[in-house]
């Protein structure tokens, strides 16, 4: 069946320093992936997504890398800073249109 | 954030009464998800609507039953509460990739 997993609950870093977060997948079908950040009290909110035909998409300050022959999603944030401290949730998207969610990475920034 | 309206925002209901949360849009998405979040799940999908009158189950459905009669509405109904079903409950919709969600909407059945 479909699953989307996270590797790490929670990741500590320093302001500053780059961040990565990772996730493994398992439904090779998907045709999208996405990265969805959430803040305490609100919805999720989209960060960048990645088709599933590409290996790496930049946005600003962050980078979404796909490894299709291991399943594996990784977000990076360059010079993190105090505001991306959220819960972050990679997903996938099949053509049937269901959004499937992993577990969730707590992100910390430490001053 | 993105034309899309949970309500209500909170609830509190008692056990076996039936509760109805609405989804609205302005969009005019075609894609529309109802999700459940517990402490340590993350996300759930529940129900799912692809379109009006167009509804597939998710991996919670059960318990949960959804009705899409307009593209800007999307209806979920706890026909009768159990206190497995207290969560947070979050709306989103979509046209691709981009989902937008909902602020959510804090149910708790006592």
């Known amino acids: 069946g479909e699953s989307v997993g996270l590797h790490l609950p929670t990741l500590s870093v320093q302001e500053g320093d780059n961040s990565i977060i990772n996730c493994a997948y398992s439904?090779?079908?998907?045709?999208?992936f996405i990265w969805y950040k959430q803040e305490s009290g609100k919805g999720p909110q989209f960060i960048i997504d990645i088709r599933s035909n590409m290996d790496k998409r930049q946005g600003q300050r962050v980078t979404v890398l796909l490894n299709k022959t291991v399943k594996h999603l990784s977000l990076q944030i360059a010079a993190t800073q105090p505001g991306d401290s959220a819960v972050y949730f990679c997903a996938e998207k099949s053509g049937a249109q269901k959004l499937v969610f992993g577990q969730g990475t707590r992100l910390t920034i430490n001053p | 954030d993105a034309g899309i309206t949970q309500s209500p925002r909170h609830k509190v209901t008692e056990t076996g009464t039936p509760v109805t949360l609405r989804c609205h849009q302005t969009e005019n998405h075609r894609y529309m998800y109802w999700y459940r979040q517990d402490p340590g799940h993350g996300l759930r999908l529940i129900h799912y609507s692809y379109g009006v009158k167009d509804t597939d189950k998710g991996e919670v459905s059960d318990g949960y039953s959804v009705s899409r009669s307009k593209t800007e509405d999307f209806l979920l109904t706890l026909e009768s509460a159990t206190s497995s079903q207290t969560s947070v409950y979050f709306c989103?919709?979509?046209?691709?990739?981009?989902?937008?969600f909902g602020q959510g909407t804090r149910l708790t059945v006592v």
């Open positions: 989103a919709i979509s046209q691709e990739a981009m989902a937008f």
């Open positions: 439904n090779s079908a998907s045709d999208y």
